[in-house]
C-alpha cells in the first residue's frame, strides 16, 4: 500500500512552544491529508481537513490559530501545535487519500507522540 | 444517533475461535467503506476495503449490507496477533473525508 511518514515521531516540548508535525505521502500524491489526534483508550478524532493550495477546513471546537495546517504541495501538509500546553499531549496521526485512487483509500502515517511538560 | 458505530467489546476469544464484528453506519449515501486495524501505540493499517459485492482475504471476510447499513469483519481461525482493535471507516459523498467508529478491540488468549 501507499506510504506516509511523519516527523518527528515523538517530541518532548516545554509549555509555551511550538511544534512542527510534518506528515509526507511517499509514493503518491494528495491534495487531500487529514490531521487526527489520539487521546489514550479513545477513538480518533479528527481535527481538520488540509487541502493542497487551500486553507484547512478545522472541525467544531478545533482552534484554527493554534493548530496551523499549512499544506504546501501535492506531498506534504504540516501541523505546528502553537504555545503548546499540557493539554495539547495526545497522538497525533496524519492520513493522506491517493489522488487517483479508485475507492478513497485512507493511508495513514505513524503517528507523533507529543508530551508538553 | 452517531454517524458510524460499533460495539467497543472487548471481544475475548480463544485461538482458532472465529469472531464477527458489525459496524452500522447512518448515512444513507455512505459510498466507501473500511476495516482498519490500529494496535496500542500505533496508527491504524489498512485491513480491508469492503465492497458491495463482499471481499476475503485469507482468514478475514468483509461484507457489506447497504439495505440495513451495516458492514461486518469475519476473522476465522483467530491468531494471537490479531489481538488489535478493528476500526470501521466510512466515507459518505465526494469529500472523501472518513467517519471513524470508536473501534472494537479484540482479545485473542490461548
Known amino acids: 500500500g501507499a506510504v506516509v511518514s511523519q516527523h518527528p515521531s515523538w517530541v518532548i516540548c516545554k509549555s509555551g512552544t511550538s511544534v512542527k508535525i510534518e506528515c509526507r505521502s511517499l509514493?503518491?500524491?494528495?491534495?487531500?491529508m487529514f490531521w487526527y489526534r489520539q487521546f489514550p483508550k479513545q477513538s480518533l478524532m479528527l481535527m481538520a481537513t488540509?487541502?493542497?493550495?487551500?486553507?484547512?477546513?478545522?472541525e467544531q471546537g478545533v482552534e484554527k490559530d493554534k493548530f496551523l495546517i499549512n499544506h504546501a504541495s501535492l506531498t506534504l501538509s504540516t501541523l505546528t501545535v502553537t504555545s503548546a500546553h499540557p493539554e495539547d499531549s495526545s497522538f497525533y496521526i496524519c492520513?493522506?487519500?491517493?489522488?487517483?485512487?479508485?475507492?478513497?483509500?485512507?493511508?495513514f502515517g505513524p503517528g507523533t507522540r507529543l508530551t508538553v511538560l | 444517533r452517531k454517524e458510524v458505530e460499533q460495539d467497543p467489546g472487548p471481544f475475548n476469544v480463544p485461538e482458532g475461535a472465529t469472531v464477527a464484528f458489525n459496524c452500522t453506519y447512518s448515512?444513507?449515501?455512505?459510498?466507501?467503506f473500511f476495516w482498519y486495524r490500529q494496535d496500542c501505540r500505533k496508527e491504524p493499517k489498512l485491513l480491508m476495503s469492503?465492497?458491495?459485492s463482499g471481499n476475503e482475504d485469507g482468514r478475514f471476510t468483509a461484507q457489506l449490507n447497504r439495505a440495513s447499513q451495516y458492514i461486518s469483519l469475519l476473522i476465522r481461525d483467530s491468531k494471537l496477533s490479531d489481538s488489535a482493535t478493528y476500526l470501521c471507516?466510512?466515507?459518505?459523498?465526494?469529500?472523501?473525508?472518513?467517519?471513524f467508529g470508536r473501534g472494537t478491540s479484540l482479545i485473542v488468549h490461548p
Open positions: 492520513s493522506a487519500r491517493d489522488l487517483v485512487a479508485s475507492y478513497n483509500e485512507q493511508f
Open positions: 509514493d503518491f500524491q494528495a491534495t487531500t
Open positions: 488540509s487541502n493542497e493550495g487551500s486553507k484547512a477546513t478545522y
Open positions: 448515512n444513507s449515501a455512505s459510498q466507501s
Open positions: 469492503v465492497y458491495s
Open positions: 471507516v466510512v466515507i459518505s459523498g465526494g469529500s472523501y473525508i472518513p467517519t
